[in-house]
């Protein structure tokens, strides 16, 4: 899976951190539907040291499309609203 953070680049991940990043998106989308952005930027926080800490970094000329987007650090509920979908940020 291609993982884009906003801001930063792309990283691709396996399948077993992909089930992770989609377990952490679980409480993400919770903070979202509270509007509790205390909340938001703890789950964004762990999602994001996730996915720098087991992705693999593409090579900044990677034309590869991202699977996923990831906020930024410190995205608004607002900001992270608009990139949810149905599936939240993870599919799957």
Do not use: F, N, Y
Not at 63 to 90: C, F, M, N, W, Y
Request: charged share 25%; no cysteine; glycine share 8%.
């Amino acid at each position: 899976m291609i993982v884009r953070i906003l801001g930063e680049g792309q990283l691709r991940v396996d399948d077993a951190v992909a089930a992770q990043l989609q377990a952490l998106d679980t409480a993400l989308e919770a903070a979202v539907e509270r509007d509790d952005q205390e909340a938001l930027t703890a789950a964004l926080g762990a999602l994001l040291e996730r996915a720098r800490s087991q992705g693999a970094p593409l090579p900044p000329d990677s034309l590869e499309p991202s699977d996923v987007i990831i906020p930024h650090e410190g995205a608004t509920v607002a900001e992270v609203r608009k990139l949810l979908t149905d599936e939240g940020l993870i599919p799957g």
